[in-house]
């Protein structure tokens, strides 16, 4: 029998699912997974989801010179874990200073409100190029299934193809994928996201 893995970038499709004003959540994920893998249900062997916790620490607020605590207290990864066929993927969530935000530009008296944290996801696009190769390499899978726009996993994606493994791309509804992914797929699929 085929075996199918499908790969999900969370950052991604937390982007998408907000841009398009939707509830984020492990029970929204399962729904885009069941959108996703429509008649392909007996094959799928596995949901493989990376995503990164949210920052826990300590940092310090760019005018007050305050400290601010930083807690994750969102259930999401755990939540999907609990799920059948979820496996987690964590990559790591890394601190890197304060912005201005757009609508504070050229504004007197600036407050720490006037400013967002920024963070940068690290540890994802290699986690997901190792499974790729991973899957690929031990003849796994017959087919992967990547809902993400990470030109990083290109290598990966060519290698898969390379050992004959068939690549199936996820476009979301409101997003489109870079023309180096599609490069090196067999077939896009376009979705529309669930209510």
């Given at each position: ?9 969370g950052g991604?499709?937390?982007?998408i699912?907000k ?7 492990s ?44 807690e ?15 496996a ?5 969530l ?6 201005l ?8 008296n600036?407050t720490?409100d006037d400013f967002?944290?920024?963070?940068k996801q ?11 190769a991973n ?10 299934i ?7 996993c290109?290598?990966a ?8 493994i068939f690549?199936e791309?996820?476009?979301l ?20 996201l669930?209510?």
């Amino acid at each position: 029998m085929e075996k199918t893995i499908l790969l999900i970038d969370g950052g991604y499709l937390r982007k998408i699912t907000k841009k398009k004003k939707k509830k984020y959540n492990s029970g929204y994920i399962e729904k885009c997974l069941r959108e996703i893998i429509k008649g392909d249900e007996e094959c799928l062997l596995r949901v493989l989801y990376y995503d990164c916790p949210l920052y826990e620490g300590r940092t310090t607020l760019p005018i007050s010179q305050e400290t601010k605590e930083f807690e994750n207290k969102s259930p999401l990864l755990y939540e999907l874990g609990q799920k059948d066929f979820f496996a987690i993927r964590k990559g790591e969530l890394k601190f890197e200073g304060y912005a201005l935000k757009k609508e504070s530009i050229g504004k007197d008296n600036l407050t720490d409100d006037d400013f967002e944290p920024i963070f940068k996801q690290k540890g994802v696009d290699m986690r997901i190029g190792l499974d790729i190769a991973n899957y690929s390499h031990n003849k796994l899978v017959s087919k992967i299934i990547l809902l993400s726009n990470d030109t990083d996993c290109v290598p990966a994606l060519k290698y898969a193809r390379k050992n004959g493994i068939f690549v199936e791309l996820v476009e979301l509804e409101g997003s489109f994928l870079t023309p180096k992914l599609i490069l090196h797929a067999d077939k896009k699929i376009k979705i529309s996201l669930p209510d």
